[in-house]
């Protein structure tokens, strides 16, 4: 019991007569998972390298044919990988008109969010469009908020709310004291496109997040450069720029079907990917990262230059972001207690849609509520239900069988709302799974009599 004891972090009392739910936190900590750090890590490192590709492709390449050629290079190389590995999803795709049409409004969103994009790389700079991925902070996190409980817990704490507000005014110091040798109509042509890209952006992300709960980041990625590549084709070669093309070095080309499958791999994939692990807020708060790599590099190959004003105000947006992300730091420092709820009846889930209810009583909202758990699995024969659950509690991983539901994912607590009379086996599988905790519905006496099997 001791080490038992040592590992929880949530306890989950039931009353006999009432099913009342209390979750009492323990003090203990554990390391930040490391996978986590490694991927914002990886990405600040690598998009620092691709601002500067993508403004040296602007600078030779007319804009639609551009971002065809890029996005129809990352998307034919992910589709060759999704065809051998991820088929399944694929399938998922083509029976839900509603996925459909929802990768088809991303992909829509990214073509005019990339298209302003480059318009705005091509008349500033490359580290100009870093710094317009701070500016799309606030509005990002705020369109989150709005839509996502679990992006409003990060964001309503004081030192997120402060240390975003510093990176935002560094952000805009950095951006009025920019020198460029272009004309000044020029640069603000270049700053009304970045604007309004990640305006777009921000609108694009949520979307992203919501077809994340069904979909591997990969497959989206697929999806949306293939039909961006092909919406951007199409409109190059209606306007005859495409011709263009014809004028343009081999070699030249070659180094944009490239540059345009790096470009995938790390704006697309790899921020899509961090959008489905780590959320909205996150993403937007490693943004902010991004222009100290962006900066030295685009000094070292496209000779660039940083003002002293600059530096200060880089200085003011990395000491906001360090602020801002205090919260998240503390949070995670914590181990995230991944959840499984089988069955989905009143307690598990549907008691708190009642409007005269003033506290938490369902399982679900309780497990969600706290800063260090996580339902991940929910498990119920009827499909529909189950559905509609994952979908207002955005929930990753739905079964309608709880065998298939442990045999793929390893959990720490499982709570079982399903009749008294199913507690017995259901127990005892998760027991033999490895799960450490399990909470009943209620305390049944079947398993006091049987309760030699797990002595």
């Known amino acids: 019991m001791p080490s038992l004891v040592k590992d929880v972090i949530n306890i989950i009392v039931f009353n006999y007569n009432e099913a009342k739910l209390q979750i009492i936190k323990e003090s203990g900590v554990q390391p930040m998972e490391r996978n986590d750090y490694l991927t914002r890590i990886f990405y600040i490192v690598l998009m620092g390298f691709g601002f500067p590709i993508m403004r040296y492709m602007s600078i030779h390449f007319d804009t639609l044919n551009n971002n065809a050629i890029r996005f129809l290079s990352g998307g034919i190389f992910f589709c060759i990988i999704c065809l051998f590995k991820f088929r399944e999803e694929i399938k998922t795709i083509l029976k839900d008109y509603k996925i459909v049409l929802s990768l088809f409004l991303l992909a829509i969103f990214m073509t005019a969010n990339m298209f302003l994009f480059i318009n705005g790389l091509k008349y500033t700079s490359a580290i100009s469009g870093s710094i317009f991925g701070i500016l799309a902070m606030p509005l990002g996190i705020i369109f ?6 679990d992006e409003r817990k990060i964001v309503t704490n004081k030192r997120f709310i402060h240390g975003a507000i510093i990176a935002f005014l560094g952000s805009l110091f950095f951006v009025l004291n920019s020198h460029h040798s272009n004309g000044n109509e020029i640069i603000h042509i270049g700053y009304i496109y970045l604007t309004c890209a990640i305006i777009i952006q921000s609108i694009q992300n949520l979307i992203v997040k919501k ?12 999806s949306t450069a293939t039909l961006s590549g092909i919406i951007f084709l199409t409109i190059a070669i209606y306007t005859n720029t495409f011709n263009n093309l014809r004028e343009v070095p ?15 791999l790390t704006g697309m994939l790899m921020a899509f990917y961090i959008l489905k692990k780590q959320g909205v807020a996150i993403f937007n708060m490693t943004q902010l990262l991004i222009p100290i790599s962006t900066g030295i590099i685009g000094y070292i190959t496209l000779g660039e230059t940083i003002s002293i004003m600059q530096m200060i105000s880089g200085v003011i947006v990395i000491f906001g972001c360090i602020l801002a992300s205090k919260r998240e730091h503390t949070m995670r420092t914590k ?17 708190d849609n009642d409007p005269n209810r003033t506290i938490i009583w369902s399982h679900i909202k309780a497990y969600n509520n706290t800063d260090n758990s996580k339902v991940t699995c929910i498990c119920d024969t009827n499909q529909d239900l189950v559905n509609q659950v994952k979908n207002e509690c955005n929930i990753e991983n739905a079964y309608i069988d709880y065998d298939s539901m442990l045999l793929n994912h390893k959990l720490d607590i499982i709570s079982i709302c399903t009749p008294i009379s199913t507690h017995v086996d259901i127990i005892k599988k998760c027991v033999d799974a490895g799960v450490k905790k399990n909470f009943l519905r209620k305390i049944s006496i079947i398993l006091i009599k049987r309760s030699s099997i797990y002595c």
Do not use: D, H
């Open 144 to 149: 989150a908020s709005v839509f996502y409980s």
């Open 211 to 222: 077809l994340a709960l069904n979909l591997p980041a990969i497959v989206i990625s697929a």
């Open 335 to 351: 181990k995230m207690y991944s959840i499984g709820v089988i069955g989905l009846g009143q307690i598990a889930y549907s008691i």
């Open 250 to 264: 081999f070699t030249l080309i070659t180094g944009l079907i490239f540059a345009g499958i790096y470009g995938m």
